[in-house]
């Protein structure tokens, strides 16, 4: 079992920045795949942003540019860096994990950003 923690969720206001923050623990593999995925009201949920153990990313176009993906492998720790947040930015935030045939989502932290 991996158990997923999220923080730095909060309003922020269009144009600000905002940095989340996910902690794993339990049963971590060495070779795995942590990103951040989305769910706005009334939308399905969407990639963010995801990074390998290796360090490569991948993002949401929507998000290119404004929003940088990192990790501490050290710490099986990962961040997510929003800048120039825009209104269609709200949503849940979700951590997830994934390894080799299993997969977990962090509880979700809210993101409002407002006008």
């Known amino acids: 079992q991996v158990q997923l923690v999220e923080s730095g969720g909060g309003l922020v206001q269009a144009g600000g920045s905002l940095r989340l923050s996910c902690a794993a623990s339990?049963?971590?593999?060495?070779?795995?795949?942590m990103g951040w995925y989305r769910q706005a009201p009334g939308k399905q949920r969407e990639l963010v942003a995801i990074?390998?153990?290796?360090?490569?990313?991948n993002y949401n176009d929507s998000v290119k540019g404004r929003f940088t993906i990192s990790r501490d492998n050290a710490k099986n720790t990962v961040y997510l860096q929003m800048n120039s947040l825009k209104l269609e930015d709200t949503a849940v935030y979700y951590c997830?994990?994934?390894?080799?045939?299993?997969?977990?989502w962090g509880k979700g932290t809210l993101v409002t950003v407002s006008s």
């Open positions: 997830h994990y994934n390894q080799i045939g299993m997969e977990y």
């Open positions: 990074i390998t153990s290796g360090g490569s990313t």
């Open positions: 339990g049963s971590i593999f060495n070779r795995n795949v």
